[in-house]
């Protein structure tokens, strides 16, 4: 799943304003900006097998690391604790935490089984979505599109970056997950590269949520009053 994990992230800022878009999206993200660092390091591996799903063409034999679901929770907890560390909010922490957890569970409807319940294990499960292009963008896609009506009903603008930047990245968002459906990439190493790209799209979130406030936020200001008193 790609924007999917997205889709998490801008409706988990609506669910807890007080955190930033580019740490929902850091929370959301978490295990697949970590995955192409692991790849890079040799810690983890994959392949590319063109046709190996009817969407995907990576072949995902070993990232225990960052996506078998035990070392998910451990990553989960430690963003938890964290995020209470900074913010000293439980329930911002717990949400947080889950934004992590939720990556794993959305993978799991998408990959093909090859996803480790714990390190070492043999055993790997995933429901297959991916084996149909069709069924994975009808379910990507507006749960990507839900995220953005609940971000955009939830904050409002304060400039144009907050307004144009937003709709810029989200649409490169969308064309960037629409590669997919084209060739496949050369190897590995190029897959861990385009990865590391998601680190970008952590500075995207929080540069243009600095230019959007919750929706209300005048309101604990003071609305302002026009000479008239009107």
């Not at 995955?35 to 009817?54: A, C, N, Y």
């Not at 070993?62 to 900074?86: C, M, R």
């Not at 995220?147 to 307004?163: E, F, P, S």
């Not at 990865?195 to 959007?212: E, K, M, N």
Request: charged share 15%; with cysteine; aromatic share 12%.
């Amino acid at each position: 799943m790609f924007i999917g994990h997205y889709g998490v992230a801008l409706a988990g800022k609506s669910a807890a304003p007080r955190a930033s878009l580019g740490t929902w999206v850091l929370a959301a993200q978490w295990v697949d900006l970590l995955w192409p660092i692991f790849l890079l390091l040799g810690w983890e591996h994959m392949r590319v097998i063109p046709g190996s799903t009817g969407f995907a063409t990576l072949d995902f034999y070993d990232y225990p690391i960052s996506h078998s679901l035990l070392a998910d929770v451990g990553w989960a907890v430690a963003f938890g604790v964290v995020s209470f560390l900074v913010y000293r909010h439980v329930r911002m922490a717990l949400l947080l935490g889950a934004g992590v957890l939720s990556h794993w569970i959305l993978d799991l409807i998408v990959h093909r089984p090859d996803l480790p319940i714990t390190p070492g294990q043999s055993e790997r499960v995933g429901l297959g979505l991916w084996n149909s292009p069709a069924a994975t963008m009808l379910v990507e896609i507006p749960l990507y599109a839900l995220g953005i009506a609940l971000y955009v009903r939830t904050t409002r603008a304060c400039d144009g970056i907050g307004r144009y930047g937003l709709g810029a990245g989200l649409a490169l968002l969308l064309a960037l997950y629409l590669t997919n459906l084209g060739p496949p990439p050369p190897n590995a190493k190029v897959v861990a590269y385009m990865g590391l790209a998601g680190w970008l799209v952590v500075a995207w979130a929080y540069w243009v949520d600095r230019h959007r406030e919750p929706v209300g936020e005048e309101k604990r200001h003071g609305a302002p009053t026009t000479q008239n008193g009107a």
